[in-house]
């Protein structure tokens, strides 16, 4: 499905429009709009990539205005631990609230997801680590019911140009449709198929999942760390807006 871009301020935000019935205002930034340059041009909002750290706070300072309420980050360190966004900053893959929490995960290449009922939202980074850490099982746990859960799934890194190593696919040899062959030992990955089987087996229809048709594949509309290195990170922010 299409992301809906919208426009706010000098950014085009792109919207998950099948979150805004459970009061959720959910979307993904590109990469364009901000004040970063060279390979972090322009709306680079990740700290520690080797940006200028007052282009990367004024960029932050926009998708906060996009969201209407200040970003809440974690320190993601591709482990499967979520974290209250009312804690102070710390390690963590997944952010959860009951509140307003304008909540941020950044990515570049790895699968960002929201997670909503009428009750607790959450964000999630999901990279191959994280997958095979179960991470969004550990996320889909704080819900009191997941068959009554609504997810959204942003921009990433397509089995087309996701090569990996045995030791990555070991990991994902039982889930159905993740692994094509590739040349010699390598195989491609699809993280969405991952993902798609990991919601499953947590008890999320797949009717409550929508997956936006965008990748990372080259880099060119979100920054993809396996196109160009180094390289900015965009977003997935998520608030509740309505109750």
């Known amino acids: 499905m299409s992301l809906t871009p919208e426009q706010r301020g000098p950014l085009t935000v792109h919207v998950f429009e099948s979150l805004r ?6 979307f993904v930034t590109d990469r364009f ?4 340059t060279g390979p972090y041009a322009s709306l680079n909002l990740g700290d520690h990539v080797g ?27 591709h482990g499967a631990h979520v974290r209250d966004s009312q804690l102070p900053l710390g390690e963590a893959d997944g952010l959860t609230t009951v ?44 819900f009191d019911d997941p068959s009554r859960v609504y997810v959204g799934v942003g921009p ?8 990996v190593g045995p030791e990555v ?10 692994l094509r062959p590739d040349d010699g030992d390598r195989s491609r990955l699809d993280l969405r198929a991952v993902v798609s089987h990991h919601l499953r087996e947590s008890g999320v229809p797949d009717g409550q999942v ?10 060119e509309v979100f920054f993809s760390d396996r196109a160009a290195r180094p390289c900015g990170r965009f977003a997935l922010v998520a608030r509740r807006v309505v109750r």
């Open 21 to 26: 019935e459970l009061g959720v205002d959910a």
């Open 33 to 36: 709009g901000g004040v970063s």
């Open 51 to 77: 940006d200028d750290p007052a282009a990367v706070e004024a960029n932050r300072a926009l998708v906060a205005d996009a969201a209407g309420a200040p970003l809440v980050f974690m320190r993601q360190v």
């Open 99 to 142: 509140g307003s929490d304008a909540l941020c995960v950044l990515v570049a290449d790895c699968v960002p997801l929201v997670v909503a009922d009428s009750r607790r939202l959450s964000v999630v980074h999901a990279g191959w680590r994280g997958l095979a850490a179960r991470v969004l099982h550990a996320a889909l746990a704080q």
């Open 156 to 163: 990433a890194v397509s089995a087309e140009t996701y090569q």
């Open 169 to 178: 696919a070991e990991c994902f040899a039982e889930v159905p449709d993740a």
């Open 210 to 219: 929508t997956f936006a048709q965008h990748v990372t594949d080259g880099g």
